[in-house]
């Protein structure tokens, strides 16, 4: 199913190229893609969100629930971004410039967790003297 | 003005690809970023916002992860009781098909503005401005239920741990005010879109960038529905 969407992405993208050639000195419009591939991710979205509400229906639980959450999770952040945001079509310096400042975050989210588990370490010793 | 960013625009498809390309961008004395500014604004206004969510999210991790009083069942707490019969969670699974659909039919409002049908276009517009306020709406309701009928505050609840009330309050609050300046946003863009204003302007790239906001506040969700309500 991705290989078909990336194909799909791959095809939209030449022809958009071919578009925008045959146009040639008309007035060149921005994000011009076929119809079929913004419905094809819209299924996708619809689909995943059904899987992670599944997934609290039938209660999974442990491992199995969390890797689910996180791959349906991420699955539906990046068909949002590269195809509904036309991320998948920008130069790659505006990739650069958007998608790498948020992996600091993952820094400060390391960080939270680290200091949550020591404070939850530290109530659970004072509340039990 | 409209003619030099079209010579951009086509400057910019025949240079470099690539990683030399980014090098290119950066240190050629010409724009980096060869799109509309107002849609690089919005990237970048964008970006922010990303680090003002993870914060809410990061600090909700932090709460939950240091509490040593039980977390209250998400999975029960949102709940609804349809024709005699409690279903889990269903009010945030039907809030995220509303959104997933607004966020469809938004996509599909940027491509007929590029096709320039101005009718379709500001059809499909307000019809997510709809879709949002529906959201909105059954927001409205979760708020209502939560603080009316289980007493849920931003400083304690009767269900488990106080820190749920304050978390709740505060991310869907802040996404709540996301999406509903976003459908304020989409009424005033789709109302310039009826009125010709970009057909006389030459180009429909400001559909696009509001386009951009829509799908950030479905982004968004995606990744509250995924640690606030599932995990």
């Known amino acids: ?129 | 003005m409209a003619e030099s960013a079209v010579t951009t625009t086509e400057a910019s498809t025949s240079a470099l690809p690539g990683l030399p390309g980014v090098v290119a961008d950066w240190s050629g004395d010409k724009n980096a970023f060869p799109v509309p500014w107002g849609k690089a604004m919005m990237w970048i206004f964008l970006l922010s916002d990303t680090f003002i969510f993870t914060c809410f999210l990061t600090s909700y991790m932090n709460v939950r992860i240091s509490t040593t009083v039980p977390w209250p069942n998400v999975s029960d707490v949102f709940a609804l009781d349809i024709g005699g019969r409690r279903i889990p969670l269903i009010l945030i699974a039907i809030m995220t098909m509303v959104l997933i659909t607004s966020s469809g039919t938004m996509a599909m409002a940027v491509n007929m503005g590029y096709r320039r049908r101005r009718a379709n276009t500001t059809a499909l517009m307000l019809i997510t401005a709809a879709f949002g306020a529906i959201f909105v709406g059954m927001q409205a309701f979760e708020w209502t239920k939560l603080i009316v009928h289980e007493g849920v505050r931003p400083w304690g609840n009767p269900l488990g741990a106080p820190q749920f009330g304050s978390c709740f309050f505060m991310i869907t609050g802040f996404h709540g005010l996301h999406v509903s300046a976003g459908v304020v946003y989409l009424s005033v863009v789709a109302k310039r879109v009826w009125s010709g204003f970009y057909d006389r302007k030459g180009s429909y790239e400001t559909v696009e960038i509001t386009g951009l906001y829509w799908h950030f506040v479905d982004l968004v969700w995606v990744f509250i529905f995924a640690f606030f309500y599932l995990w």
């Open chain 1, 1 to 129: 199913m991705a290989a078909a969407v990336g194909q799909e992405i791959a095809v939209a993208h030449e022809a958009a190229a071919a578009h925008a050639a045959a146009a040639g000195h008309e007035k060149a419009e921005g994000q011009q893609h076929p119809v079929a591939i913004y419905l094809w991710i819209w299924v996708l979205l619809f689909v995943f969100s059904t899987f992670s509400y599944l997934i609290d229906y039938f209660h999974l639980h442990g491992y199995l629930r969390w890797s689910l959450i996180i791959i349906f999770m991420l699955l539906k952040a990046s068909f949002i971004v590269a195809v509904f945001m036309h991320m998948a079509w920008e130069r790659l310096a505006l990739k650069f410039a958007i998608l790498v400042p948020p992996l600091c975050l993952l820094v400060l989210i390391g960080l939270m967790a680290i200091e949550g588990d020591y404070t939850f370490l530290t109530r659970l010793a004072s509340f039990l003297h």
